[in-house]
């Protein structure tokens, strides 16, 4: 089956800008999970989102937002965008499996804001 | 909150010998713990789960295990190659949180011919 679909796979920003990420889950996953991966920071946990539904959010500032389609697809946003929120924004397509998560990454996004 | 470490110096190693990696976590016993390989650029790829009820799992030349008691969790390649060579990244977390996943910040293997 195909994977995870993320894209763009690069983009630049100007601070105070906003973007918007997007990724096509596995088909028949119904889970889609953000994270943000830093040097620093390592990949941290943004938001997941079930059945169009949020269902678990990370400590992130209200500027990252994130919506889920009837067809899975997601999509997150980053408004007024700082010069910190350059990282690579992964997405996971979901499966859980008797409690258990399984979690299969996209690519990424590599977003770097100037 | 949980609180995840993981070798925070890069491992260097020789080609063929045996790669130990280590996860210490804080805090909660987590449900399962998970190791991913990460080459740059990619995200993210799954390689091998241990349940907390195991000590130890093994899948071609990877071993887990799994130490409650001391909050440890060590992988190790055994006939390292430079294909081994990426970033490797342990995730737990208890049952039934979704698609909610506490990564450690990853340990950079490098295996030299």
Known sequence: KAGVTQTPRYLIKTRGQQVTLSCSPISGHRSVSWYQQTPGQGLQFLFEYFSETQRNKGNFPGRFSGRQFSNSRSEMNVSTLELGDSALYLCASIETRRGITEAFFGQGTRLTVV | ?????????????????????????????????????????????????????????????????????????????TASQPADSATYLCALDRYNQGGKLIFGQGTELSVKP
Request: proline content about 4%; some cysteine; hydrophobic content about 30%.
């Open chain 2, 1 to 77: 909150s949980q609180k995840i470490e993981q070798n925070s110096e890069a491992l260097n190693i020789q080609e063929g010998k045996t790669a130990t990696l280590t996860c210490n976590y804080t805090n909660y016993s987590p449900a399962y713990l998970q190791w991913y390989r990460q080459d740059p650029g990619r995200g993210p790829v799954f390689l091998l789960l241990i349940r907390e009820n195991e000590k130890e799992k093994r899948k071609e030349r990877l071993k887990v295990t799994f130490d409650t008691t001391l909050k440890q969790s060590l992988f190790h390649i």
